[in-house]
């Protein structure tokens, strides 16, 4: 409709009324007569009668008549095809159809939707692992650009609570990771020889139902050629082959359609070129997925995947995922998610392990966030690891501290000529409680490698001879007011 509005197309009407009526008037598009075109099999050749049936639903009080209701096309009482010349023909107006049906955001029915705007990449093919139900979505976050998958079919329709909530981010990662795998131009030239085999038993089954809808031809015209080689004084026997052939008629239509159901599901055959063509995209496609669009990049995944099963309940910090390709295969993973906490952490176990054979190693807890981040491993809020967060893990799960002389007492002064707290004490002729405070004040400067590590205190001459005066002072003023 906007490409027509944009391009100041007009469209004929026949109006019922007004100052002319039946006379033709264009006018411009609107979406309903956009649709009334793309849905009027009129415009594929074939003459249709019995598209509305009328219904006591939805009779408005005061009006004259019934209320009417749509057909399926299969219900249809009269569709002859190829009737007259169409613009285009019956199976293009059939792919119009289910294309119009899909684009319907129908989550109770089935139904995907078009591809939208939104940055959530499995908008309308996320499936709840809980309830099967379609997920919808929601964007959260101060500028609403956080997207949720959000199943709230329990909520709809019983008042209860919201069956599960998945952040979407982190899958949507997982997912385009995926699909950029499995579109690797070796991976393709697999899957390009496994539709090779599917295409060969496709042709084995075609074999066999060219012979079935034969017999049953054969059939039709066998009990035509009886009906015609009856004498007419015979009317019982004529109404009885005329059942027989009628039988052989709705027999034949009922193979055919069963074929073309069959048809629809098969495998498309590939030529040579076609086949160098993907293997050709699949050095490009990296490139042209991260020049698209979110509109364009969903419209690529939805050739690819055909549905995607989200569950965060199994495990603990980790949401399961099963991905349902277009070609019937069915690959199940496991996205670590997260958590507010390291209670819900996936695979606290592992982490705590990890932690405490690198602090056996004599590493300190900045190199210790360094490895775990190095290897893969992220915190609980999904970032990497920093120092303090791994002195935290340790406090918590009671690893003790790496020192830098060891296990030994520590000296009075360090190889680098700094001082330890009790050797800053011992020249200054104060407590180490002292020391900790001026520490705190500023009056002292030094510096830990890590929390929890000795302190490397740094002292000049000068400043042990003024703090020295200031500790005196300090005293005899505590003396002279007891």
């Not at 119009?96 to 908008?123: C, E, F, K, M, T």
């Amino acid at each position: 409709m906007r490409h027509f509005q944009e391009a100041n197309l007009l469209l004929p009407v026949r109006p019922l009324d007004g100052p002319s009526p039946h006379d033709v008037i264009w006018r411009p598009a609107s979406n309903a007569r956009i649709l009334q075109v793309l849905k009027n099999p009129a415009y594929a050749g074939a003459y249709v009668y019995g598209r509305r049936r009328r219904t006591p639903i939805g009779r408005r009080a005061g009006l004259p008549g019934s209320a009417t209701e749509a057909v399926a096309i299969q219900d249809w009482p009269v569709c002859l095809k190829d009737a007259f010349p169409g613009y285009i023909d019956w199976e293009e107006f059939m792919a119009n159809q289910r294309r119009l049906a899909d684009n319907l955001n129908r989550y109770d029915i089935n139904r995907h939707g078009v591809p939208r705007q939104g940055s959530a990449l499995l908008q309308g093919i996320a499936v709840c692992g809980r309830c099967s139900r379609r997920m919808g979505l929601h964007y959260s976050g101060p500028h609403g650009n956080y997207p949720v998958y959000v199943c709230r079919a329990d909520q709809h329709q019983h008042g209860g609570p919201r069956c599960q909530e998945v952040r979407a981010l982190g899958i949507d990662a997982a997912v385009e990771r995926l699909l950029l795998e499995a579109l690797t131009p070796d991976r393709l030239a697999l899957a390009l020889a496994a539709l090779g085999e599917l295409e060969n038993e496709a042709r084995a089954l075609e074999h066999q139902w060219s012979l079935k809808r034969e017999r049953a031809r054969y059939e039709a015209e066998r009990a035509r050629r009886q009906y015609d080689a009856v004498e007419p004084e015979n009317r019982l026997v004529a109404r009885s082959l005329e059942r027989v052939w009628e039988d052989k008629l709705r027999q034949v239509e009922q193979i055919d359609a069963e074929y073309e159901s069959w048809h629809r599901q098969q495998p498309i055959s590939l030529a040579a070129a076609d086949r160098g063509q993907i293997l050709a995209l699949g050095e490009e496609l990296p490139k042209l997925w991260g020049a698209a669009g979110a509109v364009e990049r969903k419209h690529i995944l939805r050739l690819v995947i055909k549905e995607v099963i989200l569950d965060q309940r199994p495990a603990s910090g980790q949401v399961w995922m099963r991905v349902v390709w277009q070609t019937g295969a069915v690959s199940e993973h496991k996205v670590r998610r997260t958590v507010n906490n390291y209670r819900n952490y996936a695979d606290i176990a592992t982490l705590e392990a990890r932690i405490r054979d690198l602090a056996a190693t004599q590493k300190i807890d900045r190199d210790i966030a360094a490895t775990l981040t190095a290897e893969g491993l992220l915190s609980a809020h999904g970032r990497p690891f920093s120092g303090g967060e791994v002195h935290i893990l340790r406090k918590r799960w009671q690893i003790p501290t790496v020192k830098i002389n060891g296990t030994t007492p520590n000296p009075p002064r360090w190889p680098d000529e700094t001082y330890s707290v009790q050797g800053a004490a011992a020249a200054l002729s104060v407590s180490t409680q002292t020391v900790f405070k001026w520490l705190q004040k500023g009056r002292l400067s030094g510096r830990q490698l890590t929390k929890g590590m000795p302190w490397q205190i740094t002292l000049s001459t000068p400043q042990i001879a003024e703090l020295r005066a200031l500790a005196r002072r300090t005293n005899s003023s505590k003396k002279a007011v007891s």
